[in-house]
T-cell receptor, first 113, second 112 residues
Framework: DAGVIQSPRHEVTEMGQEVTLRCKPI?????LFWYRQTMMRGLELLIY????????DSGMPEDRFSAKMPNASFSTLKIQPSEPRDSAVYFC???????????FGPGTRLTVT | DQQVKQNSPSLSVQEGRISILNCDYT??????FLWYKKYPAEGPTFLIS?????DKNEDGRFTVFLNKSAKHLSLHIVPSQPGDSAVYFC???????????FGTGTRLKVLA
């Protein structure tokens, strides 16, 4: 299995621009998670989906952030408009069920200038 | 409010010695705990877990200890190897939920 796939691996954009991060979970996994890693807060859960339905988006920092999961094999995290404080590494993870380990993708390093 | 805390941002240990990484939590509803390891430019990978019905779980060189009364867990690596140099995250969850709360991580450096 290819594991969790994220694209792009690196994104550099200017403040105010729209940014879209993409994730393909492991085939057969029914839950998908978006995390943000920063030095100050470590790994923060932004949102997670179960069977393509958003279950908990309480970690989404602002309305500028939105996430979708149109089908079991694809999810996007969009930031519009982006700000310098959004600069971080964003991870996608998937799992086959509650209580199971989560498998992480390699992350997208976002830099907003 | 950080429900899972790793108060040591970094730790250096000599090769062959024991590494002890600590983690504290505040939510008494947490009953499942995990450790993840992260190398630079990679995603975190699962290392070891423990359920609250146990106080110890061992897997090769890695042992996790859980002290429920103190709301504290620790990861012991014996003997430490240079390849263990990475950032270690502890995470906690409650039964039946998919949501893990992660700590801020501890960077371990094993010196050859």
């Amino acid at each position: 299995d290819a594991g969790v796939i994220q694209s792009p691996r690196h994104e550099v954009t200017e403040m105010g621009q729209e940014v879209t991060l993409r994730c393909k979970p492991i085939s057969g996994h029914n839950s998908l998670f978006w995390y943000r890693q920063t030095m100050m807060r470590g790994l923060e859960l932004l949102i997670y989906f179960n069977n393509n339905v958003p279950i908990d988006d309480s970690g989404m920092p602002e309305d500028r952030f939105s996430a979708k999961m149109p089908n079991a094999s694809f999810s996007t995290l969009k930031i519009q408009p982006s700000e310098p404080r959004d600069s971080a590494v964003y991870f996608c993870a998937s799992t086959g069920g509650a209580g199971y380990e989560q498998y992480f993708g390699p992350g997208t390093r976002l830099t907003v200038t | 409010d950080q429900q899972v805390k790793q108060n040591s941002p970094s730790l250096s240990v000599q090769e062959g010695r024991i590494s002890i990484l600590n983690c504290d939590y505040t939510n008494s509803m947490f009953d499942y705990f995990l450790w993840y390891k992260k190398y630079p430019a990679e995603g975190p990978t699962f290392l070891i877990s423990i359920s609250s019905i146990k106080d110890k779980n061992e897997d090769g060189r890695f042992t996790v200890f859980l002290n429920k009364s103190a709301k504290h867990l620790s990861l012991h690596i014996v003997p430490s190897q240079p390849g263990d140099s990475a950032v270690y995250f502890c995470a906690a969850s409650s039964s039946g939920t998919y949501k893990y709360i992660f700590g801020t991580g501890t960077r371990l450096k094993v010196l050859a």
